[in-house]
């Protein structure tokens, strides 16, 4: 059948969108290049060396950041004050200062114009600074790591006037789209910087579960607003995100079907993989030097601590996270009941079929140490 233009339009934007939505599905998922290199310590010239080849190796630095105003989403889960065995943050389920001051320096090196730094800190209403100070970093050298370094708290309004929304491409799975911080609209690349752990409800988290962190505690949290956000949130997301049981401030986006599944492992991998759609990633980094397994953080019960000795760079949130999932052991195309996805559905495949990169490690291509050489068995440390 033979349709004119003008006919096309005459049946109205749905159909325009219905065909748009195909074309996309059609697409083969992206497969990018991702960096590996063995890192066997945190000093600062070993991680600055290697993060620097790794970025080479990506294509380049300047090419990501020169004259741009980048936004850092750290990984900081739960209080300052729950450390595992008295240990250092940093090398246990923080992603490290060190790694964090390296970046900045390499990002002010390659000309960008403005690097902000953010987090939702746990029950942070707040300026992050202050939890970073909790957490034991200095902030003052974190600043004059590199020209124009900021701080952004993105659990709430933080810095900006009014949230941004960010829809979800095509279908979602649980939400349309989603109310965030300003931080992560008013920036030129948006880079996520994780650690290579386990996770008790998503199997791990990389560098898409990080991403979670975006939502505001104000509108997702468990003291949000009825109607609107509760600018001084004081707990986490659990009863809204994690299980469903109450609703986000109504001045945002509703679930699609509130009948949907309340189970944890069902919401959260589909949470995370329609968020990493709704505000994809530029640049992903996970710091793997030393991290934990068996969990997220100390409230899990049997963590234990790790040294992997590796730190992961890509291009693409899915394409990285399937490389660092390899790199633990795992197959990162396995389904729901086998490792790491025992009791969760594998947010990989979820946000590879929303058309957000390649869980297919034969499609990408490996810089650096080879997968082989940069393995270190999760489910046997």
Avoid at 196 to 203: Q, R
Wanted: with cysteine.
């Amino acid at each position: 059948m033979n349709v004119t233009r003008r006919e096309l339009l005459a049946l109205g934007g749905g159909a325009v969108l219905a065909s748009s939505r195909l074309a996309k599905a059609a697409t083969t998922p992206v497969a990018r290049t991702v960096s590996i290199a063995k890192c066997a310590t945190y000093s600062d010239g070993q991680v600055y060396s290697n993060l620097k080849t790794m970025f080479d190796q990506l294509g380049g630095l300047p090419k990501i950041v020169r004259g741009k105003t980048v936004t850092v989403k750290l990984n900081l889960t739960g209080s300052p004050g729950l450390r595992f065995q008295g240990k250092p943050l940093g090398v246990t389920h923080y992603t490290h200062p060190k790694v964090v001051a390296a970046t900045a320096h390499l990002m002010g090196e390659a000309g960008a114009k403005r690097i902000r730094f953010v987090e939702s800190g746990w029950a942070l209403s707040g300026p992050l600074e202050d939890y970073l100070l909790d957490s034991g970093w200095n902030v003052r050298q974190l600043s004059n790591a590199a020209p124009n370094v900021e701080f952004e708290n993105t659990n709430n309004l933080g810095k900006g006037s009014k949230y941004v929304r960010f829809n979800v491409p095509g279908q979602g799975y649980i939400f349309p789209a989603y109310d965030l911080n300003h931080a992560y609209h008013d920036c030129d690349a948006f880079v996520s910087m994780a650690k290579l752990k386990n996770h008790a409800t998503c199997g791990v988290t990389l560098s898409m579960k990080n991403c979670f962190g975006m939502t505001p505690a104000s509108i997702y949290g468990d003291d949000a607003g009825v109607d609107e956000p509760n600018e001084k949130p004081t707990s986490g997301r659990v009863t809204a995100m994690h299980e469903g049981k109450r609703a986000p401030s109504k001045s945002a986006p509703q679930e699609l079907d509130p009948s949907s599944s309340r189970y944890p492992g069902y919401r959260m991998p589909h949470i995370v993989a329609e968020l990493n759609a709704a505000r994809p990633m530029d640049l992903a980094i996970i710091d793997g030097v030393e991290s934990m397994a068996g969990g997220e953080g100390p409230w899990i019960r049997g963590v234990r601590s790790v040294q992997p000795g590796v730190l992961i760079a890509g291009l693409n949130a899915v394409n990285t996270d399937a490389v660092a999932t390899a790199v633990m052991g795992y197959d990162p195309r396995a389904p729901k009941g086998t490792a790491p996805f025992q009791t969760c559905d594998n947010t990989l495949l979820l946000a590879e079929k929303l058309g957000v990169g390649s869980a297919d490690i034969n499609r990408i291509e490996v810089a650096g140490v080879p997968i082989a050489k940069a393995l270190y068995r999760y489910d046997k440390a």
